[in-house]
């Protein structure tokens, strides 16, 4: 059988739902629950997911809670029993000691690379960036990751992204600072770099449709989304439309409704104190999620969100995939 190319299928442009962490009321790992949303992300027709990454909760790498190993563990196991071949990427934190054992990991459980988040050196250089990115490049395909301040991320200059192209096991890169200036520091450092084997895929949840119709220099061809870990079923046929119709009125309408439910989903009016918690909120509500429980028990919908959350799916139910889910839940939590 032929070694799959992840570099192929990331060109294709996918659908990648970041993948929630499934709780019970004692805030311990739901196993059951946890392997359905993996059967959702497949039977939606995601083309791969991501664990272990912001949406998942970086507090599974705290030593109170131990769950990294077991979440990345169970997701391997369920990908063996994958029909069709999603592609499997992996998050790696901190400083350069855990993020090698995190990427050591990640390969020797089979996924196919590891998104890299530099949050942990915010007092680096670049040069110390980049052989951070190196040494974890050198164990597993890399997945850049330019995560927005509020959450934890920091701004990486236009000069980081072009040394970073540099580094040839590179695959993709996630642009995800919510920023328009700092995405397009991006796309030019990739296209001054003369790569052309670097995928570049949106996790700008406030501006997905845009990212994906915009006629950028370098094109963005899919989207590694904690939104999209919600009505993922929907995603996709977005994510069709995104590359086979030209930007419309109509479109552009639909990316200002796709903007408005993650402004709800995400709590961007409280500086996105309850993005987790909104997510869990939608697979409550479709019955994948048995609550809205996050490891940090202060972790929970602000004042408001739930209102917003009402007010979106009433408003854009052509977004939603509640009847698919409805269809097909009870054999997804067997």
Same mark, same amino acid.
């Given at each position: 059988?032929?070694? /799959?190319?992840?570099?192929?299928?990331?060109?294709?442009?996918?659908?990648?739902?970041?993948?929630?962490?499934?709780?019970?009321?004692?805030?311990?790992?739901?196993?059951?629950? %946890?392997?359905?949303?993996?059967?959702?992300?497949?039977?939606?027709?995601?083309?791969?997911?991501?664990?272990?990454?912001?949406?998942? %909760? /970086?507090?599974?790498?705290? *030593?109170?809670?131990?769950? /990294?190993?077991?979440? !990345?563990?169970?997701?391997?196991?369920?990908?063996?029993?994958?029909?069709?071949?999603?592609?499997?990427?992996?998050?790696?934190?901190?400083?350069?000691? %855990?993020?090698?054992?995190?990427?050591? !990991?990640?390969?020797? !459980?089979?996924?196919?690379?590891?998104?890299?988040?530099?949050?942990?050196?915010?007092?680096?250089?670049?040069?110390?960036?980049?052989?951070?990115?190196?040494?974890?490049?050198? !164990?597993?395909?890399?997945?850049?990751?330019?995560?927005?301040?509020?959450?934890?991320?920091?701004?990486?200059?236009?000069?980081?992204?072009?040394?970073?192209?540099?580094?040839?096991?590179?695959?993709?890169?996630?642009?995800?600072?919510?920023?328009?200036?700092?995405?397009? #520091?991006?796309?030019?450092?990739?296209? #001054?770099?003369?790569?052309?084997?670097?995928?570049?895929?949106?996790?700008?949840?406030?501006?997905?449709?845009? #990212?994906?119709?915009? *006629?950028? *220099?370098?094109?963005?061809?899919?989207?590694?989304?904690?939104?999209?870990?919600?009505?993922?079923?929907?995603?996709?046929?977005?994510?069709?439309?995104?590359?086979?119709?030209?930007?419309? *009125?109509?479109?552009?309408?639909?990316?200002?409704?796709?903007?408005?439910?993650?402004?709800?989903? /995400?709590?961007?009016?409280?500086?996105?104190?309850?993005?987790?918690?909104?997510?869990?909120?939608?697979?409550?509500?479709?019955?994948?999620?048995?609550?809205?429980?996050?490891?940090?028990?202060?972790?929970?919908?602000?004042?408001?969100?739930?209102?917003?959350?009402?007010?979106?799916?009433?408003?854009?139910?052509?977004?939603?995939?509640?009847?698919?889910?409805?269809?097909?839940?009870?054999?997804?939590?067997?």
């Amino acid at each position: 059988m032929a070694a /799959f190319d992840v570099r192929a299928a990331l060109h294709r442009g996918l659908v990648i739902p970041a993948c929630p962490l499934a709780l019970n009321a004692s805030r311990k790992l739901d196993e059951r629950r %946890q392997r359905a949303l993996l059967r959702y992300y497949h039977a939606a027709g995601a083309g791969g997911v991501a664990v272990g990454v912001h949406t998942t %909760q /970086f507090a599974i790498r705290d *030593p109170k809670h131990a769950l /990294f190993e077991p979440v !990345l563990t169970l997701a391997a196991e369920e990908f063996k029993n994958d029909p069709r071949r999603l592609v499997r990427i992996g998050g790696v934190c901190g400083l350069t000691p %855990q993020a090698v054992r995190e990427a050591t !990991l990640l390969r020797e !459980l089979g996924y196919d690379a590891a998104l890299v988040s530099l949050g942990a050196l915010k007092s680096a250089t670049e040069a110390e960036m980049i052989a951070h990115c190196r040494e974890i490049a050198h !164990l597993i395909p890399i997945v850049g990751f330019y995560l927005q301040p509020a959450v934890g991320g920091k701004v990486l200059p236009r000069s980081f992204w072009r040394q970073f192209a540099e580094i040839e096991n590179v695959v993709a890169i996630k642009i995800a600072p919510f920023n328009r200036y700092q995405t397009l #520091d991006v796309i030019h450092a990739i296209k #001054d770099s003369g790569r052309t084997d670097i995928a570049l895929y949106t996790g700008n949840d406030d501006t997905i449709v845009l #990212d994906l119709i915009s *006629p950028y *220099p370098v094109r963005i061809v899919g989207g590694l989304l904690g939104h999209w870990s919600v009505w993922t079923q929907k995603a996709v046929e977005l994510l069709v439309k995104c590359h086979s119709e030209p930007a419309s *009125p109509q479109m552009l309408r639909l990316a200002n409704e796709v903007t408005d439910s993650n402004a709800a989903f /995400f709590d961007a009016a409280n500086g996105f104190a309850g993005c987790i918690a909104g997510l869990h909120e939608i697979l409550r509500r479709q019955g994948l999620l048995e609550g809205l429980w996050c490891l940090d028990e202060h972790e929970t919908l602000s004042h408001g969100q739930l209102a917003e959350i009402d007010r979106v799916c009433a408003a854009y139910p052509h977004l939603s995939d509640d009847d698919f889910v409805a269809e097909h839940r009870d054999a997804w939590l067997r």
